[in-house]
């Protein structure tokens, strides 16, 4: 970068000490509360997770050394719990996707009401977590729930079933909730990149005599790989850390069938008093995720280009 | 092509759209018809879709706390005064000090620039969960516990990182010959932040304060573990207290869901226009 020359230089050196004294002291608010809220409870988190604090957080710490990890990896259900988190994050980000295409399809080659779909779409994905998760939860309601109903009446079932007590549905149905609260934003992130696309390309495509599936493919999808990319990142890191809406719909039940990775950290560190395990585990969690964000980050960002 | 295929295309294209439209509606209109219900219809089977006796009665109990039999309802509207303020306050805050650094970011090089705008993007990925256990063992050695200072503090953790990160990708698109323009009419840099590129980013601005918003509105986690009394609670966790340890309150639970969703859905709709830039800038929601 050049900065242009002033009226009265000090040296081109120590206008550009200037400049960056500048940006330590309009960077500094935001590096303090990140280093506060974020750095230094990771690293506390870490130095934790090597004790036992048998009386409470506050309260004297006995030193266990790698303990807490060993008794973490030694449990059955932390590997179960991994296992749930990875399909739960499989399977809604992947509907998310392919239901979030199509409709961003659907939307871009303008039926009628596309307008009205693609406003419509904003209302489920604005909807807050907790209130997503307590309408399906109703929705799922054993005995007077909206699913049983519909399904009754439409004669598929002979009598109503209790959802969220079958051990192989509840999970899949967490799934089903998230997918209506997410599906919408990566259907509206795609749509606005198809909106951006050149029609030049698939038209030539056309007249060469590709068909409908081949232009898609070899030329419609490429062209979408950034936005898919940005969707997939966004959906996949939001997915792996899924807590509210299986706190509000299962409460991690029936028998842990729907426990996944940050509700079992949140059990030990809170009703379980197991701050010790719970530490290990929050700092696995950091520490999966950061490796996550570096090589997303390889993928996605590459800082050079923003300065200038 | 024949003459005929494009309206029968566009025929069979809009019949596509019923489906999608069902799944978008069918759940809103169950949670809109049980929040106007009485817990009699909401109990009865065959289901009552539409309610055939509406009732104002779960609002009421919410917004007018003394007609409010227990407790959970009667807290309710001031829950939703809490989210407000809370989510407020997060906003501004994250506006001010987030644009100062957004704009270091994008225009200023110096030996950690680069370093610090990754960690801005890392740090915004990590889990609340995982921050959880220090974070409460300062607030309560701080007396913090039930105090809005500490979730507007915490809830820091993941907005300010997003405001950063959404800020940097608008100023990016600020052109540098404006920027140029200014500072030989003797601007300074402050004087280019705020004359030159806060202006034109005005859009940017609006997105991100309300993706913010959306955010800290939405936020359970913390508000659910560093509040225990209901005048400290927000929306989200007194909707989750409408669960009790026996029995649902699906009534209360419903018409606070309803006055739950009705701000960022009304904010979302009205800014609509704002919400794609603003999701790809972002890219992240919780």
């Known amino acids: 970068m050049t900065l242009p020359s002033r009226h009265l230089p000090k040296g081109r050196f120590s206008l550009r000490q200037q400049e960056v004294r500048l940006a330590w002291l309009l960077i500094a608010p935001s590096l303090l509360v990140i280093l506060g809220v974020t750095l230094w409870p990771i690293i506390y988190t870490f130095i934790l997770s090597f004790f036992n604090l048998p009386q409470g957080i506050n309260q004297a710490r ?45 939307i871009h080659s303008h039926p009628w009401g596309w307008k009205v779909l693609r406003f419509s779409l904003i209302i489920p994905w604005a909807v807050p977590t907790i209130v997503n998760g307590a309408m399906w939860r109703w ?38 909730a998230d997918v209506w609260h997410m599906m919408p934003f990566v259907a509206l992130i795609l ?80 009703p379980w008093g197991k701050q010790g395990i719970g530490a290990a585990l929050s700092f696995l969690i950091s520490f999966f995720t950061l490796t996550m964000a570096f090589i997303f980050i390889r993928f996605l960002y590459r800082p050079e280009e923003t300065l200038q | 092509m024949m003459p005929y295929r494009k309206p029968l295309r566009k025929f069979f294209l809009s019949i596509l759209t019923i489906p999608v439209f069902f799944f978008i509606f069918f759940p809103i209109l169950w949670l809109l018809s049980a929040s106007f219900s009485t817990e009699v219809e909401l109990f009865s089977v065959p289901t009552h879709w539409i309610p055939q006796h509406p009732t104002l009665k779960n ?22 005064l809490n989210s407000i303020k809370i989510a407020s306050a997060v906003t501004v805050i994250c506006i001010i000090i987030g644009s100062l650094a957004a704009y270091v970011l994008v225009r200023i090089p110096f030996k950690f620039n680069r370093a610090i705008q990754i960690g801005v993007i890392a740090t915004r990925m990590v889990p609340e969960v995982s921050l959880i256990l220090p974070l409460f063992v300062i607030a309560s050695s701080l007396q913090l516990i ?7 503090v915490t809830y820091m953790s993941f907005a300010l990182p997003y405001t950063i990160w959404m800020l940097t990708a608008f100023f990016q698109t600020v ?7 200014a500072r030989i ?38 508000a659910l573990i560093f509040t225990s009394t209901l005048a400290a609670k927000t929306a989200p966790v007194a909707i989750a207290e409408f669960i009790g340890r026996y029995s649902v309150n699906i009534n209360g639970m419903m018409a606070g869901g309803i006055l739950a969703a009705l701000p960022p859905v009304l904010l979302a709709l009205i800014f609509q226009r704002y919400i794609v830039s603003g999701l790809t800038a972002g890219a992240v929601k919780g």
Not at chain 1, 151 to 161: A, F, N, R, S, V
Not at chain 1, 238 to 262: C, E, M, W
Not at chain 2, 64 to 69: E, K, M, Q, T
Request: some cysteine; overall charge negative; aromatic content about 12%.
């Open chain 2, 175 to 181: 052109p540098v010959e404006l920027e140029d323009a």
């Open chain 2, 59 to 80: 609002y009421l109990e919410i917004i007018f706390p003394n007609l409010a039999a227990s407790s959970v309802p009667r807290s309710f509207a001031i829950a939703l």
């Open chain 2, 146 to 152: 039930n105090k809005p200072i500490v979730l507007i």
């Open chain 1, 191 to 270: 749509q606005a990149a198809l909106a951006t696309l050149p029609e030049e390309l698939e038209e030539a495509a056309a007249v060469d005599g590709a068909n409908a599936l081949q232009r898609f493919w070899s030329i419609r999808l490429p062209l979408l790989r950034p936005a898919i990319l940005v969707a997939l990142i966004a959906r996949t890191v939001d997915a792996f850390r899924v807590f509210d809406i299986v706190y509000i719909i299962t409460a991690s039940g029936p028998a842990s069938k729907t426990l996944t990775i940050t509700y079992l950290t949140y059990l030990n560190t809170f």
């Open chain 1, 62 to 106: 006995i030193f266990v050394g790698l303990g807490n990890y060993i008794e973490m990896i030694q449990d059955q259900t932390f590997w179960a719990t991994i296992g749930r988190t990875m399909y739960f994050t499989v399977f809604s980000v992947s509907l998310e996707l392919v239901l979030g295409l199509a409709i961003a399809q659907l």
């Open chain 1, 139 to 176: 929705i799922y309601s054993a005995d007077f729930g909206a699913l049983n109903a519909l399904l009754m009446q439409l004669g598929l079932i002979k009598h109503y079933i209790p959802w969220l007590t079958l051990p192989n549905a509840a999970m899949n149905l967490v799934i089903l």
């Open chain 2, 185 to 222: 009419d003797g601007c300074g840099r402050m004087g280019i932040l705020f004359r030159v590129v806060m202006p034109i980013s005005v859009p940017g601005l609006i997105s991100t304060a309300m993706f913010v918003f959306l955010l800290a509105w939405d936020e359970f986690f913390y």
